[in-house]
């Protein structure tokens, strides 16, 4: 059974300041790990996703995240935090077992102070 | 061009009452999803369909019913509402034969069951 667990249901950060949002994941087979970001009132939309390729994964608007197999992580960061960047983010995994189900966490909402 | 779509964006309705969401993706995708998202933000999916074929079916209760006509659409249809199922309710579609499992989403419809 696939699952994510995603640390901390608020996060604070500064104008400027880094960003960590935190993931670890379990997976009984090499895992599809995804970040997903949802702005007030909006869908989801795609930020990065690792498969399998490069262990650090770039993705839209600064982010990135990092996949630590001995960890079971797959933390997101950005170095300069935006204003912009303020909102609802979710990790995801899907194992490759063909159905494609994707399991997400519970969501981290991410505040950035002026 | 919006690549997932889903009609109404809002819905209120009574308790009791049947209701049908519809969603439509223009991006040749082959599944199709529907995921229900809490108060809480907690997403959780649904169904999913593959090329009308149904492929997930979580424990959701019989009242609701997937029909997917074609694999563009996949309609949700709620019979006799509960006071529970107020949520926002988003489509999603994927390539499962391109095997990234990265999920495009609508932008959600909010059902108030009052």
């Known amino acids: 059974a696939q699952s994510v667990t995603q640390l901390g249901s608020h996060v604070s950060v500064s104008e400027g300041a880094l960003v960590l949002l935190r993931c670890n994941y379990s997976s009984s087979v090499p895992p599809y790990l995804f970040w997903y970001v949802q702005y007030p009132n909006q869908g989801l939309q795609l930020l990065l996703k690792y498969t399998s390729a490069a262990t650090l994964v770039k993705g839209i608007n600064g982010f990135e995240a990092e996949f630590k197999k001995s960890e079971t992580s797959f933390h997101l960061t950005k170095p300069s935090a935006h204003m912009s960047d303020a909102a609802e983010y979710f990790c995801a995994v899907s194992d490759d077992g063909g159905y494609q189900k994707v399991t997400f966490g519970t969501g981290t909402k991410l505040q950035v102070i002026p | 061009d919006t690549a997932v779509s889903q009609t109404p964006k809002y819905l209120v309705t009574q308790m009791g009452n049947d209701k049908s969401i519809k969603c439509e993706q223009n991006l040749g995708h082959d599944t199709m999803y529907w995921y229900k998202q809490d108060s809480k933000k907690f997403l959780k999916i649904m169904f999913s369909?593959?090329?009308?074929?149904?492929?997930i079916n979580e424990t959701v209760p019989n009242r609701f019913s997937p029909k997917s006509p074609d694999k563009a659409h996949l309609n949700l249809h709620i019979n006799s509402l509960e006071l529970g199922d107020s949520a926002v309710y988003f489509c999603?579609?994927?390539?499962?034969?391109?095997?990234?499992?990265?999920?495009?989403f609508g932008p959600g419809t909010r059902l108030t069951v009052l």
């Open positions: 369909y593959n090329n009308k074929e149904l492929i």
């Open positions: 999603a579609s994927s390539d499962r034969t391109g095997g990234t499992d990265t999920q495009y």
